[in-house]
Every structure is written in structure tokens, then in C-alpha cells.
């Protein structure tokens, strides 16, 4: 690594811009155990934490020469550890209320459903509803909740991934849980 170590974050900055993997490098090996333990505070485990960062310092490579950093280079890295933790605990919450309504749903269902044949049935009949609304959904909105829901990807990087802003993915996504519900409820209520 030469003389990169000694080099100012400023530097660093200008280097990686230029795509010098050397300087991202140093950039990483500077910064990679305080963002942790940073992202530490935020995340579930030590390694959700680890994996965090990662994500971090994988991105900033792939965009690096699209980055236009106009704070401190610390100040770029600990904001954009912060925002990725954010997303992260947002993610993990949206999906965990997610499942806990469709598990509340299932359990009500299973104190009202006599056989295993017939749990089995109103099983089958719950996923093929859930997929034909997913189906008629408007194709942003169904790409948004695909993208959030089954493939587990974050907002920014949906919205990077449509073209859209970020608010319109949250708007395509709380659209379509409401459709979501909607749909499943009424068929809790034919069922039951």
C-alpha cells in the first residue's frame, strides 16, 4: 500500500474517485472498525453490524466515481453508515409487521378450521389469493413490493433500481400492503 496510509481523507477521496483501489484500500482499512463499531450501536448483532459496513464500502466502490463528497470524508462514511442502519432497522421492522399480520391472520384461521384438510385447503387458497393480488397489482407497484418484500432490498436501492425517488417506492409499497390486506381480509371473511 506504499505511502497511502499517510495520506489525508481529503486525498483518499480525490484517489477514489479515479477508481485507485489503492485508496479505497486505505479509505477501508481507516475506517472500517470505528463504522463498525458505529453500526454496532444500531444492529441486532455484532455480525449484522459487520455485514452493514460491508454493504457500505462494497457500494462506495461500485459508484465511486459518481460519489461527490461535500462534507468531511468521516462525515460522508459515518452518514452514509447511518442511513444504511436506518434502512436496515426499517426493513427488518416492515418485514417482521408484515409477517406477525400474516401469522395473526393464520392463527385465527387455524382456531377456526376444523381438519387438517380443510387448514390445508384454506392454506392453498390464502397463497393463490396473495399471488393474483401481487399479479394485479399496477407494475411499479407490484416491481416496489417484489423488490421489498421477496427479494429483501432496500428503498434507496428499489428506488435506484426503478429510476423513481424513494418516497415513491414508500408510496408504492404502503399501496400495495394496503391492497394486500384488503384482498386477505375479505377472503378471512368468506372463509370464516
Same mark, same amino acid.
Given at each position: 500500500m506504499s505511502d497511502y496510509g499517510k495520506y489525508t481523507d481529503e486525498r483518499l477521496a480525490a484517489l477514489l474517485q479515479q477508481g485507485d483501489k489503492e485508496a479505497f484500500t486505505a479509505i477501508y482499512e481507516r475506517y472500517w472498525k470505528p463504522l463498525w463499531a458505529f453500526a454496532a450501536n444500531a444492529m441486532h448483532t455484532e455480525e449484522d453490524a459487520r455485514d452493514l459496513v460491508q454493504e457500505v464500502f462494497g457500494?462506495?466502490?461500485e459508484k465511486h466515481a459518481g460519489i461527490h463528497i461535500h462534507t468531511s470524508l468521516k462525515a460522508f462514511l459515518y452518514k452514509t453508515t447511518l442511513r444504511k442502519?436506518?434502512?436496515?432497522?426499517?426493513?427488518?421492522? =416492515?418485514? =417482521?409487521?408484515?409477517?406477525?399480520?400474516?401469522?395473526?391472520? @393464520?392463527?385465527?384461521?387455524?382456531?377456526?378450521a376444523g381438519s387438517p384438510t380443510e387448514r390445508r385447503?384454506?392454506?392453498?387458497?390464502?397463497?393463490?389469493?396473495?399471488?393474483?393480488?401481487?399479479?394485479?397489482?399496477?407494475?411499479?407497484?407490484?416491481?416496489?413490493?417484489?423488490?421489498?418484500? @421477496?427479494?429483501e432490498k432496500s428503498y434507496q436501492e428499489i428506488a435506484?433500481?426503478?429510476?423513481?425517488?424513494?418516497?415513491?417506492?414508500?408510496?408504492?409499497?404502503?399501496?400495495?400492503l394496503k391492497t394486500l390486506r384488503k384482498g386477505l381480509n375479505t377472503l378471512f371473511l368468506t372463509i370464516f
Open positions: 457500494a462506495i466502490w442502519a436506518i434502512q436496515q432497522v426499517d426493513k427488518a421492522r =416492515n418485514a =417482521n409487521a408484515f409477517r406477525e399480520g400474516l401469522q395473526r391472520q @393464520l392463527e385465527s384461521r387455524d382456531a377456526h385447503l384454506a392454506e392453498q387458497e390464502l397463497v393463490e389469493r396473495f399471488e393474483r393480488i401481487v399479479a394485479d397489482m399496477p407494475p411499479k407497484m407490484q416491481e416496489a413490493f417484489t423488490a421489498s418484500r @421477496l427479494e435506484d433500481g426503478m429510476g423513481i425517488s424513494r418516497e415513491s417506492v414508500k408510496t408504492h409499497i404502503k399501496h400495495a
